[in-house]
């Protein structure tokens, strides 16, 4: 006898509502996507680093946020693997080589509308951006963007 204390079986309870099995995976499913998803998932109160202080490597480094040593108001997030190139609606400034990434973002910072960089890590090469468009997958490149000041600081 249900004494209205205790749902049927196929009735769960969710924040002091009762929702069907149906409803509960749609939800959890719902959630989850949420939480997978790059655009949509929260990330972590981002670490700031000095290119002066860290050797910049990936994957370890990979979407961390780096500001150059000598322009402090600026900062850069790093991407590892990849690359925007002219063919996806990027424009570059200038190709110089480079001993790092450090260098590379260094350079981007100290040019008149650099708006990011990549850096291929096998020949050093370094190109500046003075627009981005699309990415592509770089394989051995990273490449940094030129972000607004982390909200957290």
């Known amino acids: 006898m249900n004494t209205g204390h205790h749902p049927p079986p196929n009735l769960r309870s969710k924040k002091g509502r009762w929702q069907t099995d149906a409803t509960h995976d749609k939800e959890r499913r719902r959630e989850n996507a949420e939480k997978t998803n790059p655009l949509t998932r929260s990330h972590p109160e981002p670490t ?8 910049i490597t990936c994957p370890s480094d990979n979407d961390s946020i780096f500001q150059p040593m000598d322009h402090t108001s600026l900062y850069f997030r790093l991407s590892c693997g990849l690359d ?7 424009a570059d400034i200038s190709t110089l080589a480079v001993p790092s990434m450090n260098a590379c973002i260094e350079l981007c910072a100290a040019t008149n509308d650099c708006l990011g960089v990549s850096w291929e890590e096998e020949s050093g ?4 951006k003075g627009k981005v468009g699309s990415s592509a997958e770089g394989g051995g490149t990273l490449s940094a963007l030129k972000i607004e000041k982390p909200a957290a600081l």
């Open 48 to 55: 700031i680093r000095s290119t002066n202080s860290t050797n």
């Open 84 to 90: 925007y190139p002219t063919s996806l609606g990027a």
């Open 125 to 128: 090469r370094c190109v500046t």
